[in-house]
């Protein structure tokens, strides 16, 4: 019988003998076929446990399929290959945030690179790699590490987070316990055009700490990337991502968020080009007083290859007088597909929350999609939740308006469509990083020529 588990526990993700559980590969569980017959799981570190429990999670759900409720918007084919088509290596844009004083963390392929980092300092934080930290018996990551995915794995299955959080080899162990002076800016460049990055990061902010996290780029011609943000009371986190990148790249991205008593969470996304892009946040409101919002902005252009970007987003309130807002915003043309799944969760005894849900689509053609599906499930009776979507084209009154006080309609375009996410980039509270921002949006309408849609078609 221990050489059967054994042989069974090799042709699914290749466990240690010491690790395998009757749980795990008891012959209740058929040998899983394609991708998850090839994962290998590091072996031994402090964060053993959580990897053993997260690739028994990932077999017994299985890889998503195309019928699945929340896939059906999005073919998860090209995630769940064996490996990513190489693409093309694109870094024309300049660096954002490069005037910033802030910590450089840079990855390579998916890969920690020490020596384009900077040194690993930061008054009241501490950052280590996730292999450090897991070579270390005792760390605090170890109780951390994995236990939002698996939280979150409820109502609604995330396999390529399991998925994650049972092979990643890389990626950042960052605890706050002060006021972190200077922001810490994760910066991801790519050099091989096949690379398949999987990285995984835990955030862990004491009372009262405060930091803010940029990033920016893409690791890999696919990546999988999971951040853990576990905040204890009147912790505050600021997180602002741009992940820019090839018009081929695949890339998953999933945030796992637990917010305690007046502890605030904000994160704001910037997403350019990209071949099918889904995005996944999740985050728990255990504390009274707390605050999540989450924000994003999408530019989409069909023009060079297929566009597709999903917003999967679920956020339960399970507390009193909680606050929780998620603002996305979609421009999209040339046949590009958006795709938006918010769900709003308020729990019995959660009274006096705050929800607020928007998701708007400006399509530039008539050939792009916008897909919706918001979703308010409510168990307490004093609650103030509302969710809103819409789609729809260029203000024709609006641009004739710009036009006859002599703005070209190229510019009155642009002018247009940074008003129409202007609300999501509201969310970015400190001014010079949505200047920024800004510029880039500025940058891309330019480059990609937008232009007022003509009567049945595309300008």
């Excluded at 790699?129 to 995330?158: C, F, I, M, N, S």
């Excluded at 994003?296 to 007088?321: K, M, N, Q, S, Y």
């Excluded at 709003?344 to 705050?354: H, N, R, S």
């Excluded at 006080?405 to 609300?423: C, I, N, T, W, Y």
Aim: glycine share 8%; charged share 25%.
């Amino acid at each position: 019988m221990a050489d059967t588990a054994i042989r069974a526990a090799e042709r699914t993700a290749q466990v240690t003998r010491d690790e395998v559980t009757p749980d795990v590969i008891g012959g209740q569980q058929p040998a899983p076929a394609g991708r998850l017959a090839t994962l290998e799981a590091p072996q031994g570190g402090c964060t053993a446990g959580a990897r053993r429990d997260a690739m028994q999670r990932l077999v017994q759900m299985g890889l998503p399929k195309p019928r699945d409720e929340y896939w059906r918007y999005t073919d998860p084919k090209l995630f769940n290959a064996d490996a990513p088509a190489p693409i093309e290596i694109d870094d024309r844009d300049p660096q954002m945030f490069s005037t910033m004083n802030r910590v450089k963390l840079v990855f390579v392929d998916g890969a920690f690179d020490a020596d384009a980092s900077d040194p690993l300092e930061l008054a009241g934080v501490t950052i280590e790699t996730l292999e450090q930290a897991d070579a270390q018996p005792g760390h605090w990551v170890a109780g951390v590490y994995g236990t939002l995915e698996a939280a979150g794995q409820k109502p609604v299955a995330r396999p390529f987070a399991a998925l994650n959080s049972a092979t990643a080899r890389q990626g950042l162990v960052i605890r706050v316990t002060g006021e972190a002076p200077k922001p810490v800016h994760i910066i991801h460049l790519r050099r091989d055009p096949a690379a398949d990055a999987v990285l995984h990061h835990v955030l862990k902010l004491d009372e009262g700490a405060d930091l803010t996290l940029l990033e920016t780029g893409m690791s890999g011609a696919r990546t999988n990337d999971v951040i853990e943000v576990d905040l204890a009371p009147r912790a505050r986190l600021h997180h602002v991502a741009s992940v820019r990148g090839n018009p081929d790249r695949v890339g998953l991205r999933h945030m796992f968020g637990r917010v305690d008593e007046e502890a605030s969470l904000k994160s704001f996304i910037l997403s350019l080009n990209g071949s099918q892009m889904r995005h996944e946040t999740v985050i728990d409101i255990v504390g009274d007083d707390a605050v999540a919002h989450v924000a994003g902005a999408v530019l989409g252009d069909g023009a060079a290859g297929p566009f597709h970007h999903d917003d999967t987003i679920f956020i339960t309130h399970g507390a009193e007088r909680g606050e929780s807002r998620q603002v996305y915003k979609k421009v999209l043309k040339n046949g590009a597909v958006g795709v938006f799944q918010g769900k709003i969760l308020v729990k019995p005894g959660a009274q006096k929350t705050d929800g607020y849900q928007i998701s708007q689509a400006l399509l530039l053609d008539e050939d792009s999609q916008f897909l919706a599906k918001p979703e308010l499930e409510i168990y307490a009776d004093d609650v103030k939740c509302s969710h809103g979507s819409t789609t729809g084209a260029l203000d024709p009154v609006a641009l004739y308006y710009l036009r006859s006080r002599g703005v070209p309609k190229e510019r009155a375009v642009v002018m247009l469509v940074l008003s129409f996410v202007a609300d999501a980039l509201a969310e970015v509270e400190d001014d010079e990083l949505r200047a920024e921002i800004s510029d880039r949006l500025e940058l891309w309408l330019n480059r990609h020529a937008v232009s007022a849609p003509k009567t049945g078609g595309a300008a």
